[in-house]
Nanobody, 115 residues
Framework: QVRLVESGGGLVQAGGSLRLSCAAS????????MGWYRQAPGKQRELVAS???????NYADFVKGRFTISRDNAKNTVYLQMNSLKPEDTAVYYC?????????WGQGTQVTVSS
C-alpha cells in the first residue's frame, strides 16, 4: 500500500496563498485518480479536488477558480495550489485515492486562514 505524507500547511491571512504537497512512498503513475480532501472542526471530511492520471481535474464548487490540483508522476507527488484563501478554508487537508473507499489516512496538514 502506498503511504502518503502531506505537507505545506500553515497560518495565512485571508487572501493569501499556500501550496500543499502530497508525497507518496511508491509510484502513483498507475493510480487512476488522486484527491485532496479536508476536514474542518466538527464537520465531515469532504472532497476538495481530484485529478486523474491523464490530468483531468474536478473541483468542489467552493474552491473553483481559487485552487488548482496537479500531479507529478515522476516525483510521485500531488500538489494543491490554494489562492485567495478564506477563513472558511481552515481545515486539516489530506490526500488520498479518489474516490476513497477504504484504507488509512495520513496525518494531514493544517491550514489556518485568519480574517
Amino acid at each position: 500500500q502506498v503511504r502518503l505524507v502531506e505537507s505545506g500547511g500553515g497560518l495565512v491571512q485571508a487572501g493569501g496563498s499556500l501550496r500543499l504537497s502530497c508525497a507518496a512512498s511508491g509510484s502513483i503513475a498507475s493510480i487512476l485518480s488522486m484527491g485532496w480532501y479536508r476536514q474542518a472542526p466538527g464537520k465531515q471530511r469532504e472532497l476538495v479536488a481530484s485529478i486523474a492520471v491523464g490530468g483531468v481535474t474536478n473541483y468542489a464548487d467552493f474552491v473553483k477558480g481559487r485552487f488548482t490540483i496537479s500531479r507529478d508522476n515522476a516525483k510521485n507527488t500531488v500538489y494543491l495550489q490554494m489562492n485567495s484563501l478564506k477563513p472558511e478554508d481552515t481545515a486539516v487537508y489530506y490526500c488520498n485515492l479518489y474516490p476513497w473507499r477504504s484504507g488509512s489516512w495520513g496525518q494531514g496538514t493544517q491550514v489556518t486562514v485568519s480574517s
